[in-house]
């Protein structure tokens, strides 16, 4: 008997084989940035640099993620950095 994980393990096999092309990735992009930037002129720069929004967003869900970076340790003015900002004015 042929569990699940092993059939998928010999088709995803079979087709490296076959030298089947693997899909293309989705566009990225990630711009460093910092707090003093403007928020609008990343994001311009950032839909720009994938070929404009309107071919990427049409009839579709977009998330945006911002990472807000930091230890766990880090405290600003005593409280958890999660709790001294927000993402969204």
């Known amino acids: 008997m042929v569990t699940r994980r092993e ?3 010999m ?3 079979a ?6 092309p693997s899909p293309p990735a989705p566009p990225v992009v990630i711009a ?12 311009i720069w950032m839909f720009d640099q994938l070929g404009g ?5 049409r009839n579709k869900t977009v ?5 807000l970076t930091g230890s766990p340790a880090l405290r600003f003015q005593g409280r958890p950095l999660g ?7």
């Open 7 to 9: 059939l998928f393990t």
């Open 11 to 13: 088709a995803a096999s």
């Open 15 to 20: 087709a490296v084989l076959r030298g089947a």
């Open 32 to 43: 460093p940035t910092s707090y003093t930037d403007k928020l609008d002129d990343q994001l």
């Open 53 to 57: 929004a309107g071919r990427l967003v």
């Open 63 to 67: 998330t945006i993620k911002l990472n």
């Open 83 to 89: 709790v001294t900002h927000y993402t969204h004015p």
